[in-house]
């Protein structure tokens, strides 16, 4: 019988999970608050040491150091389940001969930065204290640009501009609904305004339009479609002024399919396209590019719950075929590409950045 292989920190949870003493341990942790691994599977391809930063301090390095000095030592939890047989090895088919060939496990992603892409460009960037807000704000700023960090939250957005001395911050507590305070983010952001990342929102609470609340949809449509608007309406005459200037919208997939949400949020991630493309038709040949991200599974602070058992039904059954979740960095690259001078050929277009989701 081998011996299995020694577990560490920068082995998959996936790995983990199927290993015959990781996995009992993994279980048992998940189990003592009252979960179970399917939580886990959105991440699954990554190293477990990156659940430090993922969960917010709720699982700290220390925790990581223990689990792997407990797989060292064989410390398998009394009444523990075994780790479960590994699936077979997923195969594809050979277009020519019919054979098969393994799918080898590709490796992570890793944030390449592009040094001075923004150098000279001030960019508002709403959302910013947390989730695809704070990865977008945080790239354009690694990459020189000046940033306008937004959040309703003051003690995120210390925390972010804490993490990135030297470069060019200015945050401000402001609700995206607010009139007024659209005016103030303007007025930071001066009589340049490079670009716009419309990246604040909210999700709903899963409900089919038979059961859907007036307050629900209200909530939903205030933030996600009348603040994205009142942003874009107010930096466009700046970006006029010009002659140049990029507004990328944050959409979703639920604006491509009825299945990855409730009924509000879904119609307003619609209406956010339609912001997005009308837009993008207007004022395209007084140059400006007018964009939005289809986010897929992502890792943010966004939570979502399901007051609706129907809801909760069709939707997790939707996301069967869900791809593995992305991290937020992943996100901000997508966006700071339309955001950049990378974009200058493509307006009033909604990019798919969901891993292949909106392909299946």
């Known amino acids: 019988m081998s011996t299995p292989k020694t577990l560490t920190g920068d082995d998959s949870i996936k790995t983990w999970l199927e290993h015959p003493v990781g996995g009992p341990i993994i279980r048992d942790l998940l189990a003592q608050s009252g979960?179970?691994?399917?939580?886990?599977?959105?991440?699954?391809?990554?190293?477990?040491?990156?659940?430090?930063?993922?969960?917010?301090?709720?699982?700290s390095q220390?925790?990581?150091d223990q689990l792997v000095a407990r797989a060292a030592a064989g410390e398998v939890p009394v009444?523990?389940?075994?780790?479960?047989?590994?699936?077979?090895?997923?195969?594809?088919?050979?277009?020519?001969?019919?054979d098969t060939v393994p799918v080898v496990e590709r490796p992570e992603w890793v944030e390449r930065l592009d040094?001075?892409?923004?150098?000279?460009?001030?960019?508002?960037?709403?959302?910013?204290?947390?989730?695809?807000?704070?990865?977008?704000a945080s790239r354009v700023a690694r990459e020189g640009g000046r940033v306008i960090a937004v959040d309703v939250s003051q003690e995120r957005l210390d925390d972010?501009?804490?993490?990135?001395d030297g470069a060019e911050i200015l945050t401000l507590v402001a609700d995206i609904t607010d009139d007024a305070k659209v005016a103030e983010i303007v007025a930071a952001a001066g009589d340049r305004i490079d670009g716009l990342a419309n990246i604040a929102g909210i999700m709903d609470d899963m409900t089919p339009i038979g059961e859907l609340t007036d307050a629900v949809w209200k909530r939903v449509f205030s933030v996600n479609v009348d603040g994205t608007m009142k942003l874009m309406r107010a930096v466009v005459p700046v970006m006029l002024a010009r002659g140049t200037g990029s507004i990328v919208n944050t959409a979703s997939e639920a604006a491509l399919r009825g299945s990855a949400a409730g009924v509000a949020y879904t119609a307003s991630k619609h209406a956010v396209v339609g912001l997005t493309k009308s837009t993008a038709f207007m004022y395209g040949p007084s140059g400006l590019r007018v964009n939005a991200v289809a986010p897929g599974a992502t890792i943010t602070n966004i939570e979502a719950t399901f007051a609706s058992p129907l809801g909760a039904q069709r939707v997790r059954q939707a996301m069967a075929i869900l791809p593995d979740a992305a991290e937020a960095e992943a996100l901000a690259a997508s966006i700071t590409f339309l955001l950049s001078d990378d974009g200058v050929n493509i307006n009033g277009v909604v990019l798919a950045s969901d891993g292949g989701w909106s392909a299946a």
């Open 35 to 59: 979960q179970d691994p399917d939580v886990l599977r959105p991440v699954q391809r990554l190293a477990i040491k990156r659940l430090v930063k993922l969960s917010k301090g709720q699982f």
């Open 62 to 64: 220390e925790m990581v």
């Open 79 to 98: 009444g523990a389940a075994d780790a479960p047989a590994a699936a077979p090895e997923p195969t594809t088919e050979s277009a020519d001969a019919g």
């Open 115 to 136: 040094q001075g892409r923004f150098a000279g460009k001030t960019v508002i960037v709403t959302g910013a204290g947390s989730g695809i807000g704070r990865a977008t």
């Open 160 to 164: 972010f501009a804490s993490e990135h």
